[in-house]
């Protein structure tokens, strides 16, 4: 037998350093439904207990609304549990146009695709729509479902360096030669928080004629005036070619995914992306729920308009603690703590103060970068904050970061 005890030992012994490192990624169960407050088992057997969580991509507290439930409920009892087959042999359900038929309207596309996830849509989309003679041109922070979408693609593939259009406009002068430029982005990066520059960017693309595509999965549904997404932020509505996003996050938080964007490119997707043709449909009481949220969200910007509100409000009030926090003006909020121990042992610190987050370290992002990724919801009240900020000014004085800078923090803890 290969998996013999020796080789379990050498197995052990890794996880054993991963643990002695402080680096060990703790199993935490939910015992309840998804929300501003939930119910925790953590550790593993340990008494269940009420905690704020504020590391949920539930950015508009959609998760557990109860017209987006009673949507579920309805499709379940009208179009049944799961659809048993993919989408182009027996699986596509009239529900399933609806709802494409409602992201194309609310991101402002000519058509639109779901498919299981968003990491399904981006695995799909460039294989179907490129082939060897084009060049594929990204950021060098996009997601890494992203990534892996490109190594399945035949076109060559060139980055620029994060955000920095002098360097993008090098590249695309560079591939000139090739017969489609596409440009590949987050719309909000989801380690950071920051925002691509939408506008420059579609005016490069304009000027090299190139095509641009935005994951805007970090965005859909409360970043723009109305929740469109990055493009709308930007005023560039016309100019994004595709986008991929997620209902997932956002829009309710279940799962499932889309390519929405240029109608022919969207039909490409569909005769050719594999992901969409080898992948089951997605279910019909999340199709009935993502349908009611995109209802629920184009009737009012009241979630959208809140959730600004506290992300303004928390990020005023870290930064008078004297938190190193990454600047910006999205939901996403970078606590940035640069050693993968210390972000670690306050995650720990912060759930004994009855705040639910997650020290975030390499590989998930750059070595030297370690953090707690505060991500705020529009189910979260104005009391909620206030505690999750006094917890934070707890822990923070306990390992002496408080007022300390990027440099201070790194020589007292090290990357």
Known sequence: MA????????????????????????????????GA?????????APRRKVLNFCANNYLGLSSHPEVIKAAHEGLDSRGYGMSSVRFICGTQDIHRELQDKMSAFL???????????????????????GQNDVIIADRLIHASLVDGIRLCSAEYDTFKHMN???????????????????????????DGDLAPL??????????DAMLLVDDSHATGFIGKTGRGTHEHFGVMDGVDVITTTFGKGLGGASGGCVSGRRELV??????ARPYLFSNSLAPPIVSASIKVIDLISRSTERRDKLEWN???????????GLNIRPGETPIVPVMLYNAKLANDMARDMYAEGIYVIGFFFPVVPAGKARIRVQLSAAHEREHIDKCVEAFGKVGEKYGILGLSKEEIIARYGT
């Open 3 to 34: 998996f013999n005890d020796e080789t379990r030992k050498v197995f052990a012994e890794e996880i054993q350093r991963i643990k002695d490192d402080g680096l060990y990624k703790e199993k935490r169960f939910i015992c309840s439904e998804q």
């Open 37 to 45: 407050e939930i119910v925790v088992e953590y550790p593993e057997g």
């Open 108 to 130: 402002g596309m000519e058509d639109t695709l779901l498919f299981p996830s968003c990491m399904d849509a981006n695995s799909g989309v460039f294989e179907a729509i490129l």
């Open 165 to 191: 259009m002098k360097h993008l406009e090098k590249k695309l002068e560079l591939h000139q030669d090739k017969r489609t430029r596409l440009v590949v982005t987050d719309g909000v990066f989801s380690m």
């Open 199 to 208: 506008d420059e960017m579609v005016a490069l693309c304009d000027k090299y």
């Open 267 to 272: 039909e490409l997707c569909r005769q050719k």
């Open 311 to 321: 992300t303004n409000y928390f990020r005023g009030k870290m930064e008078k603690i």
